[in-house]
């Protein structure tokens, strides 16, 4: 049996992931650390919750003392580091938590695995030399594109914002322990994922949710920023060929190669609504679209090139967008509910 420890799988891509990886992978035990903040949900992983490789344990990744006992307990041969805040709008509003959980905690289980899979700098213990460490990451650390280009896995780091910010510091210091110690370690990066069980503060939920409440749908600026979309399932998928075909030290990115403005997206999620719920008064929801103002220091384009995926790791994203996007929609009527009437309440603009 191969131990893995999986951190924030209660959260959007953990909770797709952790099912993912069971099924497919037999001899795995998982090992979910979640601190269950905001955004981690366990009522996301009930179809996995009375499964015999799965363990979940609460607990905070900052927690020196638990993540050692944890790898001291499960002996893991392999980390997929999922655990962050992430939510652009909050970090600008307070940086505090983004510099614990996505630096603090990055390092504390680059260390502690470390420690626990090495006997010195550039040798790995003979019962973990396959041992490999995950860093999934964001295509935002590499700032904004103009209207034309594509990021690479060579482009300069250019963060523009406290979570973007974090994350390219937590990639740095996976890179400083694959440098310095030789540490078996890979790192993904990809473009805005959609698909079930996304807390509705992110844009495609929040949608769909206020649609739903017949509240405001609000969109920053004049919706003119363009981001690129990848169905979670097809995120997954590329995770668990990085972590199991990646290169040490390469990087991957991992983009949907569907581009829209962030006002598109909701003219399409609301008029998908439209004919699956018809609202009141036969008025399209797309009549609730509002422009707020715009994020500060918001970027404009983001957009991966994903060659070296394709080439080096066989992936390339699947799912059809509209496709994806109703599968989207329809989870989230079947699950509308009180819980997520109150989230729309509390969730930032």
Request: hydrophobic fraction near 35%.
């Amino acid at each position: 049996m191969k131990n893995i420890l999986i951190t924030g799988g209660a959260g959007f891509i953990g909770s797709n992931l952790i099912p993912y990886l069971l099924n497919k992978y037999s001899d795995y035990r998982l090992v979910n650390l979640d601190k269950l903040t905001y955004s981690g949900d366990l009522d996301n992983l009930t179809e996995v919750a009375s499964h015999p490789n799965y363990h979940f344990i609460a607990g905070d990744i900052t927690d020196r003392a638990l993540v050692t006992q944890l790898f001291q307990q499960f002996d893991f041969q392999g980390v997929i580091h999922l655990a962050a805040e992430s939510h652009v709008d909050r970090s600008i509003q307070d940086p505090t938590l983004f510099i614990k959980t996505n630096i603090e905690g990055t390092f504390m289980l680059l260390d502690v695995a470390r420690l626990h899979w090495m006997e010195c700098p550039r040798i790995c213990r003979s019962d973990h030399q396959e041992s490999r460490f995950l860093q999934v990451s964001t295509d935002e650390v590499y700032g904004s594109l103009g209207a034309q280009g594509f990021f690479t896995e060579e482009s300069p780091y250019a963060p523009n914002n406290p979570y973007s910010a974090t994350k390219a510091a937590s990639d740095l210091l996976v890179r400083s322990y694959v440098n310095t110690y030789g540490f078996q370690a890979i790192t993904t990066h990809s473009s805005n994922n959609y698909g079930p069980k996304q807390y509705p503060e992110k844009l495609i939920p929040r949608v769909i949710q206020c649609a739903l409440a017949q509240q405001p749908i609000p969109i920053h600026g004049q919706g003119t920023v363009i981001r690129d979309w990848l169905y979670v399932l097809d995120h997954c998928k590329g995770l668990d060929l990085a972590f199991h075909q990646g290169k040490v030290g390469e990087h991957y990115n991992l983009g949907g190669n569907h581009e829209q403005p962030n006002l598109q997206i909701a003219y399409q999620v609301c008029k998908l609504l439209d004919k699956l719920l018809p609202p009141p008064q036969k008025k399209s929801y797309t009549s609730l679209i509002t422009f707020v103002a715009d994020r500060p220091g918001n970027d404009q384009r983001y957009a991966l090139d994903t060659t070296k995926a394709k080439n080096m790791l066989g992936w390339q994203p699947q799912e059809d967008f509209t496709m994806g996007l109703q599968q989207t929609i329809d989870w989230y009527v079947k699950n509308y509910h009180q819980k997520f009437r109150e989230m729309i309440n509390k969730v930032y603009i």
